[in-house]
Structures are given as C-alpha cells and as structure tokens.
C-alpha cells in the first residue's frame, strides 16, 4: 500500500482547526482513502501538536492582546463560556475532569477547549499537557471507532 504523504499531511493540518479536531479529521481522512490506523495517526498528530502551542503562547498571546479595549471584551466573553463550560469538572476533579472532558468526543469538547479552559482555569501546565494529550488520544480511539463503524456492530451485538 502506498504512503499517501498529501492526504497525511491534510488531514494533520486539519485536525490542528479549533471545532474541527481529530472529530472531523479522521472520519476525512478516511474518505481520502487513507487506512482508519493512518488517518488516526496523522489526526493524533496534528491535534497533539496544538496542545503545547496553546498552553504555552496564549497566556502571553492574551495579556498582550488585553490592552485593546475590544480584545479585552471579547476575551472576557469567551472566558466566561469556558468557566461554564468546564469548570465544575476541573475544580471538581482536576487533571482527570480535564481529560474526560477533552475525551468525550463531543463538539466543543477537544483539545483547544481543554487548552483554554486550563489556561483560563491556571492549570499548570505540567498537569494540563498529559490530561489534554491522554483526552485527545481517548477521543482519536473512539472516534476511529465510531468511523469504522466498529459501535454500530457492538451495538448490534447488544441487542
């Protein structure tokens, strides 16, 4: 089987999206022909590789960009739907809330969310990084999953 290098790098590139993710880069990359292993893998790359990036650069990102009145609103807005969002269940369990938030495959639920509520939250970042990654690598398996439609057949093994 050839490697088909654009596909990979599509659907890495895609799943770095904030929305998107590994949710819709994988079921993508197995339209464009890729293996569901490969198509999980290249998403699980792309969507880790955003992880440090967000945890490390926006803090600073946003307290530069604070000193602009309209930034500083929109910023509030936004921190205000992340505390809603995730907040009982990281104060409530920590690192493991974090990372069953980021795994439950849901939309609005994935590793920039995570990112950001940890930043929002002022998770260290040394607990934050490995919860969001293992929450990313949970939701890449069950999505891969689901797209291979391995639930439909448990489901009908059930019942």
């Known amino acids: 089987m050839a490697l088909n290098a654009p596909a990979l790098l599509y659907v890495a590139f895609v799943s770095t999206l904030p929305v998107v993710e590994l949710r819709g880069a994988i079921p993508l990359g197995i339209g464009l022909g890729l293996s569901p292993p490969a198509a999980a893998l290249a998403a699980l790359a792309g969507n880790l590789l955003i992880v440090p990036l967000l945890l490390w650069l926006v803090p600073a990102a946003v307290a530069w960009l604070e000193r602009y009145p309209w930034f500083a609103r929109a910023w509030r807005r936004l921190e205000a739907r992340l505390r809603l969002k995730g907040e009982d269940a990281?104060?409530?369990?920590?690192?493991?809330g974090l990372l069953l938030f980021v795994a439950v495959p849901l939309p609005g639920s994935g590793a920039w969310t995570g990112s950001l509520i940890a930043v929002v939250l002022g998770l260290k970042k040394r607990y934050a990084w490995p919860a969001i990654s293992l929450g990313v690598v949970i939701a890449g398996v069950l999505v891969t999953l689901?797209?291979?439609?391995v639930l439909k057949g448990l489901e009908w093994l059930a019942g």
């Open 90 to 96: 990281v104060q409530r369990y920590g690192a493991l």
């Open 146 to 149: 689901a797209s291979t439609g």
